[in-house]
């Protein structure tokens, strides 16, 4: 059965930086281009980021570009998303998702809440 | 960006009828070379997260039952729930994957009247 499971999620005041990481279990996590999409409360879903399988390439949506990095590790069957210079309207759900294109598995999310 | 349009933004449907969702592109999400439509559509109940139905416009996922039906081609798509159950109360979005970023529209609520 393939999981993945998100943490890192918490509180955070504007400006501030988390690290969201999201680790695999049960699919060969190498072989997959992996996304981190995000979802606002009561909002729809917004892709964030993706990364290919060795990690060389990486995509961004432009509003997040300089300030989110996604990278991974294989070898822990995890991908991550550093975040920083948080904002406001950065308080969201936080999903890790394999990236057929579309995303066939997703994580249960971590909560990221920027607030002063 | 592709700009992802669904209507009607929310539908209250009987149980045992048929739900309609309809989903634009902006853009073509079609390509031409392998002939495929790059649209998925997802569910989403309150407190999980998305799950996906359909993908390549009409494609039905592994385990999806076969009330969900996929349709469309270009900029203009349909999800139908033929006898609508209980357990189909969501948020459905559509979802293009032929341009980064992918973007989602902005979901359809069903809702059984």
């Known amino acids: 059965e393939v999981q993945l499971v998100e943490s890192g999620g918490g509180f955070v005041q504007p400006g501030g930086s988390l690290r969201l990481s999201c680790t695999a279990s049960?699919?060969?996590?190498?072989?997959?281009?992996m996304s981190w999409v995000r979802q606002a409360p009561g909002k729809g879903p917004e892709w964030v980021a993706n990364?290919?399988?060795?990690?060389?390439?990486?995509n961004y949506v432009e509003s997040m570009k300089g300030r989110f990095t996604i990278s991974r590790d294989n070898a822990r069957n995890s991908v991550y998303l550093q975040m920083n210079n948080l904002r406001a309207d950065d308080t969201a759900v936080y999903y890790c998702?394999?990236?057929?294109?579309?995303?066939?598995?997703w994580g249960q999310g971590t909560l990221v809440t920027v607030s002063s | 960006d592709f700009v992802m349009t669904q209507s009607p933004d929310s539908l209250a449907v009987s149980l045992g009828e048929r739900a309609t969702i309809n989903c634009k592109s902006s853009?073509?999400?079609?390509?031409?070379?392998?002939?495929?439509?790059?649209l998925a559509w997802y569910q989403q109940k309150p407190g999980q997260p998305p799950k996906v139905l359909i993908h390549?416009?009409?494609t039905r996922e592994s385990g999806v039952p076969d009330r969900f039906s996929g349709s469309g081609s270009g900029t203009d798509f349909t999800l139908t729930i033929n006898n609508l159950q209980a357990e189909d109360v969501a948020i459905y979005y559509c979802?293009?994957?032929?341009?980064?970023?992918?973007?989602f529209g902005q979901g359809t609520k069903v809702e059984i009247k």
């Open positions: 998702a394999r990236d057929l294109a579309w995303f066939d598995y």
């Open positions: 049960g699919l060969t996590f190498s072989v997959y281009w």
């Open positions: 853009q073509s999400v079609f390509y031409n070379s392998n002939n495929k439509n790059y």
């Open positions: 979802h293009q994957y032929y341009s980064i970023p992918r973007t």
């Open positions: 990364i290919n399988q060795d990690g060389s390439e990486r």
């Open positions: 390549w416009a009409s």
